[in-house]
Structures are given as C-alpha cells and as structure tokens.
C-alpha cells in the first residue's frame, strides 16, 4: 500500500506547479510538472509491473492444484490457388 501513498503524494505535490503553469504561465512550473509526470509514468509502471507479478503468484497457485487445459494447436494455413492463366 506504500505505492499507493506515494502516488497520492506525488500528485497533490504537483498541484501547485499546474496551477503556476497552466494560470500564470511559468515556463519553469512547466519543467517541474513534466519532471513529476516523467516520476508518475515510473511510478504506475512499477505499481503494475507489482499487481501483474501478485495476480501471476496467486494465478500460479491455483493452477498447481489443478491441470490447464493444453493449448489449442493453430490451423495449418491453406494453400492458395494459383491464378488462372490470362488469354491472348
């Protein structure tokens, strides 16, 4: 749960520099807003790079107590037809 404190964090920090860049037009608020944009994007890929790896343990789990199903095998492609031959 600390990810998620952090993420809350990291928003209501940048508040304040939207405000200057979007209100006031501080080019130097837009730089902070981009830098703290750049730090969410690492943030949340981090957050579900974690739940991915929770669902798979917990997935992983389950299926060991019970058999997948094998996997389908894909169709053989069909062979085309060649193109008839044009007139003269």
């Not at 600390?2 to 508040?15: A, F, G, I, T």
């Not at 981090?46 to 094998?70: C, F, H, L, M």
Request: aromatic share 4%; net charge positive; glycine share 4%.
């Amino acid at each position: 749960m600390s990810n998620y404190s952090q993420l809350k964090d990291l928003v209501l920090s940048l508040e304040s520099d939207f405000e200057k860049f979007y209100d006031k037009q501080n080019s130097a608020a837009g730089t902070r807003v981009r830098k703290g944009m750049q730090e969410l994007k690492n943030l949340a890929q981090t957050i579900r790079t974690e739940v991915q790896n929770t669902k798979n343990s917990a997935a992983g789990d389950a299926a060991g107590a019970a058999k997948a199903a094998p996997a389908k095998k894909a169709a053989a492609p069909a062979a085309k037809k060649a193109a008839p031959a044009k007139k003269k």
